[in-house]
């Protein structure tokens, strides 16, 4: 198609084939994806007084209700802990989390897309079908299309949610290739973690009231003896119990995993930044069950070879002292 230029403007020209004839090309048609849809919905008889108009707004509004969500979630901070009035999740630190709030957004997008489609014909239906302005129902008993549609969209959303669950579930239980391995021992009601490639560093883990809270340690999350693990390492967890089945739940790493008397849970984590990370127990467990609380301090792996080496010292108890340090950790629960 030649282009002519005339009066300062720009329009299209015939093009000049060999034949010396013009032939017009004709113009390109653009499918409105919204009146498309809007088409297939009227011929069952669902969108009776909704325009193509008010389906772009339905459209427009759950956009916006997701961007609103997803920046709502973006305002947590990285203190690998919540905050008062924070909405959405924890700023993730670890794979498996980055993972679990993808599928989670993916999750939340299907559900606002529906209950706004859904929320638009309950309105038509009940403006168009009311006794006053459909005084004579329709005796249409079934419709074909309209089953069709029921029936195939369900199971297409199904398909996209699935896939994705059963992946991120694989990647969150498979145990990738590890450098080091934590053992994690629930008691009533405090935690035990063993270090078996560190000399089995062996210690308890219990809360500090709030009469010895120092200044910056958050209430009801701080214990006396922090796990310590390096970032950017990929990590063994093993769980089990000596009592009652508690729950390790840190929400910022993507772990929540119960700890059984008489068996062995196991579990990853790579922590991918350095900072203090805090969780509780997530399982009814006793009268002192909000009392358990979980704090991982990561750390470089200069910094953690250190702290093996300050460990070993500290934590090298024989019998008697290791029954000492039990008796007292249990003194201090509430």
Request: some cysteine; glycine content about 8%.
């Amino acid at each position: 198609m030649g282009v002519e230029l005339a009066n300062a403007g720009v329009r299209p020209c015939a093009h000049r084939g060999g034949g010396g004839g013009a032939r017009e090309l004709p113009p390109r048609k653009f499918v409105d994806p919204f009146r498309a849809i809007h088409g297939i919905l009227a011929k069952v008889g669902i969108l009776g007084i909704m325009t193509v108009g008010m389906l772009r707004t339905m459209f427009v509004l759950a956009l916006t209700l997701i961007g609103a969500a997803f920046f709502g979630a973006g305002e947590a901070v990285a203190a690998g802990r919540s905050e008062p009035w924070q909405m959405g999740f924890q700023t993730p630190a670890s794979p498996v989390m980055e993972r679990i709030v993808g599928f989670h957004n993916l999750l939340f997008s299907i559900e606002l897309m529906i209950v706004v489609l859904v929320t638009g014909i309950l309105f038509t239906i009940i403006v168009r079908f009311n006794s006053k302005a459909n005084p004579v129902p329709a005796k249409t008993t079934d419709n074909t299309l309209l089953e069709v549609i029921w029936t195939g969209v369900p199971v297409f959303i199904l398909m996209i949610v699935a896939i994705p669950s059963l992946k991120l579930l694989y990647y969150a239980d498979a145990t990738q290739e590890v450098e080091m391995t934590v053992k994690i021992t629930g008691n009533q009601w405090y935690w035990s973690y063993t270090y078996p490639d560190h000399g089995d560093i062996d210690f308890d883990s219990v809360l500090i009231p709030d009469d010895e809270l120092k200044e910056g340690q958050p209430r009801l999350l701080s214990v006396d003896n922090p796990v310590v693990l390096p970032a950017q390492t990929p990590v063994r967890l093993l769980f089990t119990s000596t009592d009652v089945i508690h729950n390790w739940a840190v929400p910022s790493l993507g772990l929540k995993l119960d700890a059984v008397p008489g068996r062995i849970n196991e579990s990853w984590v790579l922590i991918q930044s350095e900072g203090d990370y805090y969780g509780m127990c997530s399982e009814l467990c006793g009268v002192n069950h909000g009392f358990m609380p979980i704090h991982i301090k990561s750390v470089s792996k200069a910094e953690f070879a250190e702290w093996v080496e300050t460990a070993k010292q500290d934590f090298a108890a024989t019998e008697d002292q290791g029954a000492f340090r039990l008796t007292d950790a249990s003194a201090r629960i509430r």
